[in-house]
């Protein structure tokens, strides 16, 4: 028998560890399910109270709206009675117009609901959600009443009621009970951020290492975004901190599109049989003082430095690197042209990536510390982001939401069912909240896994607990507390969030929340089917309406980075790299959460993604030097070279464009020969522009990582 001794301050240690967990996690959800609980409930009570037609209303809006943070529900907030208000006057305007016309009704419902669906998939975070409720409400408001419309403006005002009831005690119970603010998170989210980013800069190995795969940053940086965004509903963060947020993520984009353009080259040099190891070896030893230093000042993260100290620092660690730099490039002129320009296009790589991390740092430092708050930097418009839009994906959801909708009027017009307009309710609703959603095919299966265990639930509810147990609203909230915990509970989880969000929707829908009790068999079971029949009609409709192959995927991602590349070329004004970049990311987060694509597809846009993305930035920062030269005709053959990327991006046919790349080459061989200046802004100007240019020459070597409008494999 082995005896195992534990100290009692390792004992403390692992008590305190365990409890910090507890806290961070477990407490954290048993909080917001005790809040969304309480909400759900004096939603539903103060419906009850005033008598309002539908207290389910309130309840799923408490439902819909409730976040871990309030800044996250204040925003969900606005943007739900923004839509319910535009869906509210949508619908009187076509109940005005179009009563008595069912044809010309429909037509225009339809064309509304198609508009709401295209606008909710192109915009993102809660704006969307606006648009969809828009759509969603007209559907609700109108077609129970379609038969009866004088009953319209009636129900139509409760609803606003109803859902003003639910936004109200979602934000106050949000905002009184353990409230959890948005601003707190960013803060500790950006330290956490640059803490990893640290550690992931020491360790050598994530760079130099082919086995050593690093995931993608877009997510960190567009949730990121998407946080500071929302932050703008609380009232305890200022403008210069939001601006703060703003630069920290744009700095933090270009620093990591960097590291991972550098691993990309280093992998590709470290797979060439024809380079020798000595030149890795000189590459990790140029690296290498960015290690050491960073190392040495891992434990304090520079808090305790000023922002001065901290720029010398840096730049004597430079200083360093540029010596390594220039001892070893003599070692590699033997070397042929294009193994000469990937060890080059290395070291910039690395000497970029230093630069852009000390001026992370610096923002950094300077935010955490609290200084330099007054200090003016530039406007945070250079910072804003871009989203990608995509109008043939925008079309392709309208086109689905229409034939939704008039698949399931044809089948209220053949059936002539009294609860038809439920399907539609449902399948309409379906299909414009899963149009932006990651795999809306499986969401739809979990989202009616949830919906049919609800339906045994709620008849449980209606012909058992309520009519035996109820008999004020003190007995109701006692009898509903459990079921709202437990769906609280389940949409706590991003893995069982769909299943909840089935779940409660049949519990809104088919439960008896009135004190005049008035459920009765028929209506909850056709209630139920009707509803759970619109939510497979939409999940069919996934099924067969998706284009989302990982050919077509792929082919869509590479003609849009050609044509961006392409655009670039062509286009006078500039455009800023935070948008170049952030549109990429957000592209490449689109079609790899929505797109029907394993590990390896993923991997290779995110390689053309790369790619395009260092090759945009050398176009824009050659453009941008450019401007510098009086004469054009004295930088014609850099123009030249400029024709030849947007001619080798425009062609289809891999025979011609080896042709225009070896144009390519020879046109930069002679731009590095020959071009020499009097003025000295002129020659550093040339001298940047050559630098780009081996950048883009050395990142179209590797005919694999560039995106292709010519057919894809």
Not at 411 to 437: D, G, K, M, Q, R
Not at 442 to 455: H, L, P, R
Request: glycine content about 2%; charged content about 20%; aromatic content about 14%.
């Amino acid at each position: 028998m082995v005896e195992v001794n534990i100290s009692k301050s390792d004992f403390l240690v692992s008590v305190k560890t365990a409890f910090k967990e507890w806290i961070n996690s477990d407490l954290t959800i048993l909080i917001y399910v005790v809040k969304l609980t309480i909400a759900a409930l004096l939603a539903m009570s103060v419906s009850m109270f005033f008598n309002l037609s539908s207290p389910q209303t309130s309840v799923f809006t408490v439902f819909i709206v409730m976040q871990m943070h309030s800044g996250l529900v204040f925003s969900k907030s606005f943007y739900r009675f923004l839509g319910t208000l535009i869906g509210f006057i949508i619908s009187l305007v076509l109940v005005s117009a179009f009563s008595q016309d069912r044809v010309w009704f429909m037509t225009f419902f339809t064309i509304w609901i198609a508009i709401c669906a295209a606008a909710g998939f192109k915009y993102r975070n809660f704006i969307s959600y606006g648009f969809v409720l828009s759509g969603y409400t007209v559907a609700i408001i109108t077609l129970p009443f379609i038969d009866n419309p004088l009953h319209i403006y009636g129900f139509a005002i409760d609803r606003i009621s109803e859902v003003v009831v639910g936004l109200l005690s979602a934000s106050v119970i949000s905002e009184v009970i353990f409230p959890k603010q948005l601003s707190d998170t960013l803060f500790e989210s950006e330290k956490h951020k640059y803490k990893n980013t640290l550690l992931s800069v020491i360790n050598m190995e994530n760079i130099f290492s082919k086995e050593k795969n690093i995931n993608n940053f877009s997510r960190n940086i567009l949730g990121s975004d998407s946080l500071r965004v929302n932050s703008v509903f609380e009232s305890n963060i200022n403008k210069k901190d939001k601006m703060y947020y703003q630069r920290l993520n744009s700095e933090f984009m270009h620093l990591s599109i960097t590291f991972h353009s550098l691993k990309n080259i280093i992998n590709t040099i470290s797979n060439n049989e024809k380079i020798d190891n000595e030149m890795m070896i000189a590459l990790k030893d140029t690296y290498k003082p960015i290690k050491d230093f960073l190392e040495e000042n891992s434990q304090n993260l520079f808090i305790n430095e000023s922002s001065e100290n901290i720029i010398n620092k840096f730049n004597e660690v430079k200083k360093h690197i540029k010596e390594r730099i220039e001892v070893n490039k003599n070692k590699f002129m033997h070397f042929n042209f294009d193994i000469l320009s990937d060890y080059n296009s290395s070291v910039y790589l690395i000497t970029r990536f230093f630069d852009e991390f000390s001026l992370y740092t610096k923002t950094y430092i300077s935010f955490v510390n609290n200084k330099d708050k007054n200090h003016n930097y530039e406007s945070s418009h250079l910072y804003k982001f871009s989203t990608y839009t995509d109008n043939l994906l925008i079309l392709l959801v309208s086109f689905r939401v229409v034939v939704v909708l008039i698949a399931t009027t044809i089948f209220w017009i053949l059936t002539a069912w009294e609860y038809a307009p439920f399907v539609i309710i449902s399948a309409v609703a379906a299909t414009l909240l899963f149009s932006s959603h990651p795999n809306p095919v499986n969401a739809s299966k979990s989202f009616t896994k949830g919906a049919i265990v609800s339906f045994f639930v709620a008849g449980v509810c209606n012909f058992y607990l309520i009519p035996t147990y109820v008999s004020d609203i003190p007995s109701f909230c006692f009898i509903m507390a459990p079921i709202f915990a437990f769906a609280a509970w389940l949409g706590s989880s991003d893995q069982r969030g769909l299943f909840a969000f089935g779940f409660i929707f049949i519990i809104i829908t088919v439960c008896s929340m009135n004190l005049h009790y008035s459920m009765d068999y028929v209506t909850y079971f056709e209630t139920s089917i009707a509803s759970i029949i619109g939510i497979a009609i939409s999940g069919i409709a996934y099924e067969l309406i998706n284009s989302w192959s990982d050919y077509w995927t792929k082919r869509r991602v590479s003609n849009f980075l050609c044509n961006k590349l392409i655009k670039l070329t062509n286009e006078k004004d500039n455009t800023r790299r935070v948008v170049l970049e952030s549109q990429g990311l957000d592209m490449l987060q689109h079609f790899s959460t929505q797109g029907r694509l394993n590990l390896q597809s993923n991997s290779l846009l995110f390689q053309w993604l790369l790619s395009t993305l260092e090759i945009g930035r050398a176009i824009i920062d050659i453009k941008n030097e450019l401007q510098k030269f009086k004469n054009e005709n004295q930088v014609k053959i850099v123009y030249d070279i400029l024709d030849l990327i947007k001619d080798f991006f425009l062609e289809i046919d891999e025979y011609k464009k080896e042709i225009i790349f070896k144009e390519f080459k020879k046109d930069f061989i002679e731009l590095e020969k020959n071009l020499v200046f009097k003025l000295t802004a002129e020659q550093k100007a040339i001298n940047n522009i050559q630098i780009e240019i081996r950048l883009i020459y050395t990142v179209m070597l590797n005919k694999i990582s560039l995106p292709s409008r010519g057919e894809i494999n």
